[in-house]
């Protein structure tokens, strides 16, 4: 059974697809709050800066982002005199989280432009400063509104992991390719990828539903 | 030297400079992979509609199941599959076609859900309105349906396009030499990484400013009633 043997390397490459899809995902959505809320604000020197880096990591190919981070960011580095030699897993983590936190920066504004008028003119009846509408009145509205497209940006996230293997970290898809240049049994190999990475995103999609309806649960009450 | 082309490191813009052309011929070559995948995904995702919304479960189920797996899959990988695996089968296409077929599979998945919202989001008004005048399942598809349902699925497919585009340089790593691959060769020779990178992220936006605004255009030209197909 030639996939019991590559078995044990696969499941160590598993372990860092899922870390870095974890670190990746939460920071991401920290990126995509702060960007969101950015874009949002009707502040032009919030919003400006907010805007062109959505559009800078929105309009340019992720693998462009990763190489950017891990090979040109170094030269820059030397150019000023600091050390920007990032590890590949700091690399690949920044990468994503950037990237995919762009696009979820979309996700935050849109939901937060999709609540209802009434909602601020009451919070502004009842003298509500514009923080506190925003974080009593707006996200608490808003959130529930942008977990489905959370979750697909997750899967998404995911997907775009397999990238850091061309950054040569030890993730999933780069000890599939570490068996197959030993091994030559592409089939086995692949078939095995695909379906692991198959298995992670169901996995994945079921956790982001069960966070969607504990997030929306308020409204049900 | 790439493409026959030298290039000039004596300052930081003169480097530029002569790097451009060379970049831009990759840049042709991620535009036609582009263009190739994405005529493949809108081809193989209207099968793949047409197979989801059969009303015979034993095939419309596979037919999810199959799209679910495309979708959730990497490209990277399924690259890698189609790369690798297809030549053990006696498949052996070359590697620009590989890529496209791959971009086209992942992309299928997408095009596929497009058509079924652009088709679903016809209000049952329409087809109220259709039996009335009692015109048949066919005829209310091709003069009813189609046209109002392509106005909501054609800038939605400009969108994936984009996407694609974006995806492009995955293709560098079967070899295929489109643009990032060709600015990671010059920056591997003249471990200069930051200029050529650069101008690829800046080239790169470029393109997708371009794209979104003509698919904006689009958008508005196309009329909200829909088109009419004769």
Request: net charge positive.
């Amino acid at each position: 059974m030639p996939f019991l043997d590559y078995l044990p390397a696969l499941l160590q490459g598993a372990r860092v697809t899922v870390e870095l899809t974890l670190y990746s995902t939460v920071l991401g959505a920290l990126v995509a709050f702060g960007l969101g809320i950015g874009r949002h604000s009707r502040r032009a020197w919030l919003n400006v800066p907010c805007a062109v880096i959505v559009e800078i990591f929105r309009g340019t190919s992720l693998l462009v982002q990763l190489f950017w981070i891990y090979f040109a960011l170094p030269v820059l580095g030397e150019l000023v005199g600091l050390n920007l030699r990032l590890e590949p897993m700091v690399a690949g983590t920044l990468a994503l989280a950037l990237n995919i936190g762009a696009y979820g920066a979309e996700v935050v504004r849109g939901a937060l432009q999709a609540v209802p008028t009434e909602q601020l003119e009451a919070a502004k009846a009842l003298d509500f400063s514009g923080r506190q509408t925003l974080w009593r009145i707006s996200l608490p509205q808003a959130l529930p509104e942008m977990m489905p497209s959370f979750g697909n940006l997750a899967i998404q996230n995911l997907k775009d992991t397999a990238l850091v293997s061309l950054i040569s970290l030890g993730d999933l898809a780069f000890r599939a390719e570490q068996i197959r240049n030993f091994t030559q049994d592409s089939t086995t190999v692949y078939t095995m990828l695909l379906l692991m990475y198959f298995g992670m995103a169901l996995v994945l999609s079921a956790l982001m539903s069960l966070l969607g309806r504990r997030v929306g649960a308020w409204r049900n009450a | 030297m790439l493409f026959d082309m030298h290039w000039n490191t004596d300052t930081h813009w003169s480097f530029a400079v002569s790097i451009l052309p060379i970049l831009l011929r990759g840049m042709w070559v991620t535009l036609q992979a582009a263009a190739i995948g994405f005529v493949l995904a809108a081809l193989l995702g209207l099968v793949l509609a047409g197979l989801k919304s059969v009303r015979y479960r034993i095939i419309a189920w596979p037919a999810r199941v199959i799209s679910e797996f495309l979708r959730d899959t990497p490209l990277l990988i399924q690259l890698f599959f189609l790369y690798y695996v297809l030549p053990d089968y006696g498949i052996v296409l070359p590697a620009f076609m590989t890529g496209a077929l791959a971009l086209g599979l992942q992309y299928s998945a997408y095009t596929s859900e497009v058509y079924r919202a652009g088709i679903e989001a016809i209000p049952k008004g329409q087809y109220e309105a259709a039996r009335a005048l009692d015109l048949s399942n066919l005829h209310t598809f091709r003069v009813i349906v189609l046209p109002q349902a392509i106005a909501r699925i054609i800038p939605a497919l400009g969108n994936y396009l984009v996407s694609i585009m974006k995806d492009v340089p995955l293709l560098s790593v079967v070899s295929v030499v489109e643009m990032l691959g060709v600015a990671k060769i010059i920056g591997d020779r003249t471990f200069n990484y930051l200029i050529p990178l650069s101008m690829v992220g800046g080239l790169y936006l470029l393109m997708t400013l371009i794209a979104a605004s003509a698919i904006r255009l689009l958008d508005r030209k196309l009329p909200a009633q829909g088109i009419p197909l004769k």
